[in-house]
């Protein structure tokens, strides 16, 4: 990490929060909302019913925001950016679903996960159907480098989610694998939505960079926390399983930490965990008991805050404004978060 980066602000009357960012988005949000719900629809009903199942579940929209946020840092005055807010969503809503028939998840932001209530065959055409609606946006669009930017990134999201899968299991897998496939399957749409604000206000090649760079930051940041959340919330936070991640064999930084800083015997029960001999309730505990010895979750947010620094950073070239103020709070909130 570099020395000469300065911390985080730390804000001394309230906690962070998505608040200033929800609120520069709100009436941007409510034109992408109205995109969303009519593009879900269909002549074949079960295909509104299992997508709203999930748009309609919750969730921060924090990559349709990115997309709203950026255009306001930049000052454009258009609509465009709202049918693509809609695309980013559709791609992050389609791969949700396609991961939850791959993970097998039972629980999604706090809901039974949309595979366990319609079948995992529905859950999958459905997820092909949002991710056609995406591409229908996009071309309606009618930029090609809007076209190549998020089709691009909808390629390296499926380039590592294949990555993970490999290294599922995997007890070797190191930190330095950990970061590309998250950087790949997670920061790489964050890198997108925000780039593409600058896209459609015609932005010079500097800042379109600046905010690709504070979305690619900021999604690294957000998916190391979302790790280590696993291993210290519980499921009504989350909204989804606790320990899924271990159950399941996933090879997280807090795991990939524990590991290497324990002993022998510890490094046995890793093994046998991670190839899925060890998943009772009680060896979660145990997980947890030597990830929390081994310092693993602090250490896995001050690299997610080392991250969130970097966003800010990137977004620095621009002048102060309200826009860049609730960008800088999000992702200071990204590294604070418990949920």
């Not at 599922?168 to 964050?190: C, D, H, P």
């Not at 081994?294 to 969130?308: N, P, Q, S």
């Amino acid at each position: 990490m570099s020395a000469d980066i300065v911390p985080l602000p730390q804000r001394s009357d309230r906690p962070p929060s998505l608040d200033p960012m929800l609120a520069l988005t709100a009436h941007g949000m409510n034109s992408v909302n109205a995109v969303i719900l009519d593009r879900m629809q269909s002549e074949i009903p079960l295909i509104p019913a299992l997508a709203g199942h999930l748009i309609s579940g919750g969730g921060k929209r924090l990559r349709p925001m990115l997309t709203l946020a950026g255009a306001e840092l930049v000052g454009y005055n258009g609509a465009r950016h709202h049918k693509l807010a809609a695309a980013v969503e559709f791609i992050h809503t389609a791969t949700l679903l396609h991961d939850d028939v791959v993970d097998g998840s039972e629980l999604r932001r706090g809901k039974t996960a949309a595979n366990i209530v319609f079948g995992n065959p529905a859950t999958i055409l459905v997820g092909d159907f949002l991710f056609s609606r995406a591409f229908e946006l996009m071309t309606e669009d009618g930029s090609l480098k809007v076209l190549k930017i998020l089709s691009n990134a909808s390629a390296v999201i499926a380039e590592g989610e294949v990555s993970q899968l490999t290294a599922q299991r995997q007890i070797e897998t190191s930190e330095e694998r950990y970061l590309q496939i998250i950087g790949s399957k997670t920061a790489a749409l964050f890198a997108a939505a925000s780039r593409i604000a600058a896209v459609v206000a015609e932005c010079d090649e500097r800042q379109e960079q600046a905010l690709d760079d504070y979305g690619r930051n900021l999604g690294v940041a957000f998916q190391l926390v979302d790790d280590a959340i696993d291993y210290d919330s519980d499921a009504a936070a989350m909204g989804k399983d606790r320990g899924d991640d271990f159950r399941e064999g996933k090879m997280t930084l807090p795991v990939i930490l524990a590991y290497a800083r324990g002993g022998e015997d510890e490094r046995a029960f890793w093994r046998q965990a991670v190839r899925g001999d060890r998943t009772s309730d009680a060896d979660l505990e145990h997980a947890i008991s030597l990830i929390a010895r081994h310092d693993a979750l602090v250490d896995t947010r001050e690299r997610a805050r080392h991250f969130a620094q970097r966003a800010v950073d990137a977004i620095s070239i621009f002048p102060d404004s309200k826009a860049r103020q609730a960008m800088a709070e999000a992702a200071h909130f990204a590294v604070a978060r418990g949920y």
